[in-house]
């Protein structure tokens, strides 16, 4: 073994406070350890983080003194903005523990913290996809009785949590290593290894707000589009506008969850400050998504602030981070109260770009609800407008979803191009061959504004493969085709979906709820998730126009009724858009139905369904569900209720034909 103390040999070794073989660590005076630990960290080193390292040094080194092996202390997880108190190589395992200095009880909290950790590294750390990971969680004044170790290695080789007192270490570590099997580790090659996280929008944005880089925090594979690559090139774009005193608009097109939103936070938090020249807004149309984001910012800056000793109101929390992350349709008032004034911003993000508004819907929103009897431009005109007031320099980025346009007056990509033709020749147009991919009148579009010389084509601004599923890169592949009615490409698909990613399909609640619960470990999200049509799921408790709360359903812990974890109340493609779970239960109601002449879309009015014939409003539903299948991280079950033949809302042959064609796609029934 190689390693040596101080030498900076690989990413694990920079992705901690201090490391060490075993043996060397155990010859190390604990202060010594304290001193290496507190030269690497960044922050205030209280005193009791202080005396809780050499707590924790000791006690390792008490316990590992018979072991050859390596120990990484406060090894940090990006992804989720914390750190890991030691990480420790023994034999095939490897060990994760957290310690909870001076405390008696086993919280869920603690222990939902320890599995997240070791889960992190089973799914996004190489070397660690295949070898046994042992949780192990230590309250230092816990009572000896309430020690207690994994007796089972499971399938996917993370052990349950091992919960032990500081004595007991010891005795843990030998339990679980007479338990795992398989080769030593190569701890070399370990701590080389990549670590490739995919984090939820939400813990992207934490981090990105923190001052993490896109690299730190998400995969860069040969096999995937890197997502590092397309963020310079915005940032370069933006740059190139100030310098050379430019106008632009850049399109980030890409499949959902290829990480167009995170391009778009990299690009708003490298310019926080409004003091920066290039000072930058994030804007965004869809409600639940703002809300959930600034309450999340919010309360991290709030329970960061108070761990460095100083106040930290809440609602100051929540004005600092609105600055930043803020509802498109609050800017757009902004900018229409003050008809002729810039905004501050220079750059402006608009996630979601595709959902603007087209002319009809505008104009009409601005004579109901803003008394504005002459306004005469679509949302994406107005909005560019908006920037164009600047007399030396702007640029926008425009965050571009595939094929998930799902409500009336939502323009499309084409409104922007149509703009930008209509009214600000001037400004150049920067964008990926493959922009308005499959409408041709899109297509048409960009080639007029091509032979004008503004258009710029990088196909770096094309994200093509969804990082959300990081079991699997190619489920939103597979929903595509199940939509389609592309039944042969759909099977083979799955086949190679279903080895990493479950999906499974049932037409019992019950037994769907069991199933989420059984797959989700430690503090992995998961719900219910249904479409804004599915108004005949009310018997089954299953209410759409109940509203949840986006911010209790998701950042609210398993002990809140309101959460997601509850399974009672349902997030519809309007709630869930933008954001996701681990797992979902998708429930499909009577809305789309599989019939032999293909899809069937259907309206629930009153006390009986009508039949949906606008092409528009078409496109919208079966849009609804590519989104509410393309939301789980992890894996999903899909519930096709059976119907009742008592009620003639809910006939079974509403239904039937629906199951019926899942099933055939060889969807494992549950």
Request: contains cysteine; aromatic residues 8%.
């Amino acid at each position: 073994m190689s390693l040596v103390i101080g030498h900076p040999l690989s990413s694990a070794v920079k992705r901690s406070y201090f490391w060490s073989p075993i043996d060397a660590f155990c010859r190390t005076a604990p202060e010594s350890v304290l001193g290496q630990m507190a030269a690497r960290n960044d922050f205030d080193l209280t005193q009791h983080q202080r005396d809780a390292w050499l707590t924790q040094a000791e006690i390792l080194q008490a316990a590992l003194r018979e072991y050859e092996g390596a120990v990484f202390l406060e090894f940090a997880i990006p992804r989720m903005g914390r750190r890991v108190d030691a990480v420790v190589l023994v034999g095939p395992a490897v060990f994760v523990l957290e310690f909870k200095v001076g405390e008696n009880a086993f919280t869920r909290d603690a222990i939902h913290q320890v599995t997240d950790y070791a889960l992190d590294l089973h799914h996004f750390h190489e070397e660690s996809h295949q070898v046994c990971i042992a949780p192990v969680l230590i309250c230092t004044e816990a009572r000896a009785g309430q020690v207690k170790c994994p007796k089972t290695v499971p399938e996917g080789r993370v052990l349950d949590v091992a919960l032990t007192d500081a004595i007991g270490l010891k005795g843990i570590l030998g339990d679980v290593l007479r338990l795992v099997t398989g080769a030593h580790i190569a701890i070399d090659r370990w701590s080389e290894s990549r670590y490739k996280p995919t984090p939820t929008i939400v813990e992207a944005t934490l981090a990105l707000y923190r001052g993490h880089s896109v690299a730190e925090i998400t995969r860069s594979d040969a096999d995937t589009t890197n997502l590092s690559r397309t963020a310079t090139v915005v940032g370069d774009i933006i740059a190139t506008a100030r310098k050379q005193s430019q106008k632009s608009i850049c399109f980030v097109t890409g499949v959902p969850g290829a990480g167009k939103t995170l391009v778009g936070l990299d690009a708003a938090t490298r310019h926080i400050s409004t003091r920066d020249e290039l000072y930058s807004v994030f804007l965004s149309g869809n409600g639940p998504l703002v809300t959930v984001l600034q309450e999340a910012l919010a309360r991290d800056k709030v329970q960061r602030t108070r761990e460095s000793g100083k106040p930290c109101p809440k609602g100051h929390a929540l004005s600092e981070v609105k600055a930043f992350i803020q509802n498109v349709h609050h800017f757009r008032d902004d900018c229409l109260a003050v008809p002729d004034k810039p905004p501050v911003e220079h750059v402006a993000i608009f996630d979601e770009a595709q959902r603007a508004w087209n002319l009809e819907m505008t104009v009409d929103f601005m004579k109901r609800k803003k008394g504005v009897s002459s306004f005469s431009q679509s949302e994406p005109e107005f909005l560019i407008s908006c920037l164009d007031r600047h007399r030396d320099w702007a640029a926008i980025v425009c965050l571009v979803g595939e094929g998930q346009e799902i409500n009336r007056g939502e323009a499309g990509i084409r409104e922007w191009l149509e703009a930008m033709a209509r009214s600000y020749p001037l400004w150049t147009v920067h964008a990926s061959r493959r922009l308005g991919e499959g409408d041709a009148e899109t297509r048409e579009q960009l080639a007029s504004l091509g032979q004008r010389g503004v258009v710029h084509l990088n196909d770096d601004l094309h994200l093509g493969v969804s990082v959300r599923s990081f079991r699997s890169e190619k489920v939103s592949r597979l929903v595509r085709e199940v939509l389609d009615l592309d039944e042969e490409s759909a099977r083979s698909t799955l086949r190679a979906v279903q080895g990493r990613y479950p999906i499974t399909l049932s037409r019992n609640l019950q037994a769907a709820r069991r199933w989420v619960r059984e797959h989700a470990r430690g503090s992995e999200r998961f719900g219910i998730v249904v479409s804004s049509q599915a108004e005949r799921l009310k018997p089954h408790a299953l209410d759409v126009k109940t509203p949840v709360n986006p911010i209790h359903w998701f950042l609210g812990s398993p002990d809140d009724v309101r959460s997601s974890y509850y399974l009672e109340d349902v997030a519809t493609e309007f709630h869930i858009q933008g954001l996701e779970l681990d797992w979902t239960c998708v429930v499909w109601d009577a809305d789309l139905r599989r019939s032999s002449d293909g899809w069937e879309h259907w309206s629930f009015r009153g006390s009986r369904w009508q039949r949906i014939h606008s092409p528009d409003r078409q496109r919208y539903l079966k849009n609804a569900y590519r989104v509410l299948l393309t939301r789980a991280r992890q894996g999903m079950v899909i519930v096709v209720p059976e119907g009742d033949p008592g009620d003639p809302t809910r006939a079974p042959a509403f239904y039937d034909d629906t199951y019926r064609y899942l099933k055939s796609l060889a969807i494992q029934e549950i």
